[in-house]
């Protein structure tokens, strides 16, 4: 951690440094990028409000949809792995779970610590976040604590994702690329005005496949064990019934089939395995909404409805390899692990916002009802020590969520300002429980149905102090929420049910511009008091108890600068300390699963030659435990990636590359609940190099 923090203070001062240099270039060009080029100061709707970016008193990190272009991200997943304090962890290929400042994804409710939004609409599911970013006007992390508007599983903070909306005049766009392991991608957009000024659409869709990284040679398997094809679409419709009313409605979705994941027993960096099952995981997802906007002279009032669905089908090797043998079970050639869910939500939220006022408010009511159908969820072992053995839990868990919500910021002096808001909601969720295990043809079999129901106060209140134009001092202390639910793995009915996990976060920041806002430091610290922390273990038969520690804690720093530093330069790094730690249990002084103690993502970017532009990124992450015991860990590893291409009238040509140092790396790591099988890593991608390209019509 010493070593971390003098790279934080040296990033520090050379940014600080930089002042004197910077103003000299500056005027040496005759205040070309001040005056000629000013730098965009970004509108968000990181409070369901239009603000300032640079005004509001939350940590906002802002990426805009040409940014995530040119780096070549077109999904969820590579773009959380850009944020500091974020680690990814992949569960065998069905869905992607992101843990943040320690908080980590809820295993049974499978709902992510970071909401996402498209266009208002929520994702929390984990089955959800590696969904498609396609036609991307920009895309908001709001860090730390969002509950108060946003409710629960946004604990940990909320990415709003803004679709581009429609100029009226036609437009499109059209990319290729095609990549090492016989990858490629084709991403189109277009939109345009179908009766001018009233009704317009936008739409957008995505291909790629790729026969992996990860060679099976187990005689008659697939070789090309994690091939994967996907499509993913997105788009709207935006009808404009007056100059005040209009109404939006919008599609999103995504079919996926990953093969198997690369993971795969006794990591030795090879790139091979013997697995004798081949994998299966299937992801469908669909969403719909509606939203409906109409204008007051004092407000604006806001009905979003929105239904998504979701369908997960998963088999993999439950031993990642051939020819292993437990003392618990025996052989484990052809055991395998399978899951076939379905996830449906649909949700409801009237909202007013003020219009032309001093005082910026907004409040609402939600409902939402969420059905998770586990159709199949078990492992069979063909050849145990016991004869055949198959588990099959067949459950269902079904929720219904209320709340109503308010927020205010208002002017205490001509420089503080004061933002207070509150949230009450209340979760009544049920269980329909029904499991059968086999042993040797003898069939024993289990069911129960249990309730239960929770209501939080969920508080908010923050300042932001204006001192001078260029510089903000902001504070806040808010209440985060995610509720509590049901283990459907659990035999014992009376031990299936754990409690909501509760946070009080401390948050202490500054943003400051400086020439014009040519040059933007933000430093943001924060402390998470947790109470009732979700964690999990997996015993020696494969029972999976899931249990609340009574406290936890997690604090930090994240520190941004953004530097414009001429017409062809700039600067982007974003920089995340973290220490996330139980405090009691058996687990008392270990540090939380999947909380690197340092990331962070540095970007160089040129744009100018005659259409010549280019990006040389950075990403590191330092090392993690995947397990509360602290006995399973991923070292740390830092990746670069390159963009380099070349614009001329409407076309671009490119060239990029992934890992170009070619970094051998896992990206998760856990071992099997019963001993003899070694453990199982995930295998990073290694090098990979490109080509691209793109027109605009």
Not at 474 to 489: A, D, E, H, M, P
Not at 658 to 674: I, K
């Amino acid at each position: 951690m010493p070593i971390r923090m003098t790279l934080l203070a040296a990033s520090v001062v050379f940014a600080l440094s930089i002042k004197a240099q910077a103003s000299s270039e500056l005027q040496s060009q005759n205040n070309l990028s001040s005056a000629n080029r000013p730098a965009e100061v970004m509108t968000v709707t990181a409070t369901k409000m239009e603000e300032n970016v640079r005004e509001i008193p939350v940590s906002v990190q802002v990426t805009t949809g040409e940014e995530l272009e040119q780096k070549g991200i077109y999904s969820l997943e590579p773009f959380m792995k850009t944020l500091p304090n974020v680690a990814i962890s992949n569960n065998y290929g069905v869905f992607s779970s992101p843990s943040y400042r320690g908080l980590a994804t809820s295993a049974f409710a499978q709902e992510s610590p970071i909401t996402v939004y498209i266009d208002g609409v929520p994702h929390s599911s984990v089955y959800g976040m590696d969904l498609g970013l396609l036609n991307v006007e920009r895309v908001e992390f709001l860090r730390g604590t969002q509950s108060t508007l946003y409710g629960q599983s946004s604990l940990g903070g909320v990415i709003n994702v803004i679709t581009r909306k429609s100029s009226g005049e036609p437009e499109g766009k059209l990319v290729a690329e095609i990549a090492e392991r016989n990858s490629r991608m084709i991403y189109g957009a277009y939109g345009q005005d179908l009766i001018e000024d009233v009704l317009s659409f936008n739409i957008a869709g995505r291909f790629r496949d790729s026969s992996g990284h990860l060679t099976n040679n187990y005689p008659g398997s697939r070789s090309d064990y994690d091939e994967s094809k996907a499509n993913q679409y997105n788009g709207h419709f935006r009808w404009n019934i007056s100059d005040r009313t209009h109404a939006i409605l919008s599609f999103n979705g995504e079919s996926r089939d990953n093969g198997g994941l690369p993971f795969y027993a006794e990591n030795d960096g090879s790139l091979t395995t013997r697995q004798e099952v081949d994998a299966k995981n299937n992801v469908k997802v669909a969403d719909q909404a509606l939203k409906v906007e109409h204008e007051a002279d004092s407000f604006v009032v806001t009905y979003l409805a929105a239904n998504q669905h979701t369908s997960a089908q998963h088999i993999s090797d439950m031993d990642r390899t051939n020819g292993s043998v437990s003392p618990v079970l025996g052989n484990f050639d052809g055991a395998k692990f399978m899951d076939d869910s379905d996830i449906e939500t649909q949700s409801h939220e009237l909202r007013f916002n003020s219009n032309n006022s001093e005082i910026r408010w907004v409040g609402g009511i939600f409902y939402q009802d969420n059905l998770y159908d586990a159709k199949d969820n078990g492992t069979v072992v063909p050849n145990s020590l016991f004869g055949p053995m198959e588990s099959h839990n067949m459950t269902d868990v079904s929720s219904d969520q209320y709340a109503v919500f308010g927020q205010s910021t208002f002017n205490v002096t001509d420089k503080l300002e004061a933002t207070l808001g509150l949230r009450w909601q209340k979760d009544e969720k049920n269980i329909d429980s029904s499991t059968s295990n086999v042993i040797s043809g003898m069939e024993m079999a289990s069911q129960y149905n249990r309730s239960a129901s929770w209501d939080v106060w969920l508080p908010k209140a923050a300042f932001g102090y204006q001192l001078g134009r260029d510089n903000l001092f902001y504070g806040s202390v808010s209440k985060g929420y995610q509720s509590g639910g049901f283990n459907f793995t659990e035999l014992n009915p009376d031990n299936a049910k754990y409690d909501p996990q509760e946070t009080i976060d401390y948050e202490l920041g500054v943003k400051s511009s400086w020439f014009e806002n040519q040059l933007n430091l933000d430093l943001n610290l924060f402390y998470l008091d947790i109470k009732d922390a979700h964690g999990r273990s997996i015993s020696a038969l494969n029972q999976i108890s899931f249990f609340n520690v009574d406290k936890a804690r997690s604090y930090g720093a994240e520190f941004d600068i953004n530097w414009l530093i001429n017409m062809e330069w700039s600067l982007t790094s974003v920089t995340g300390l973290n220490k996330a730690e139980y405090k009691t249990s058996e687990f008392a002084g270990k540090r939380m699963a999947n909380a690197p103690q340092f990331t962070s993502a540095l970007s160089l970017n040129y744009d100018g030659y005659q259409g010549l532009y280019g990006h040389l990124t950075y990403n590191y992450r330092s090392s993690t435990y995947t397990d509360a015991a602290n006995t399973l860990t991923i070292d740390g590893y830092g990746l670069v990636d390159a963009h380099l291409g070349y614009k001329f009238d409407d076309y671009t040509v490119y060239i990029f590359g992934s890992n170009l140092l070619d970094e051998s790396y896992v990206t998760n790591y856990y071992a099997l609940p019963f001993p003899g099988p070694a453990p199982i890593a995930g295998a990073g991608q290694p090098r990979t190099l490109g080509l691209g390209l793109s027109v605009d019509f």
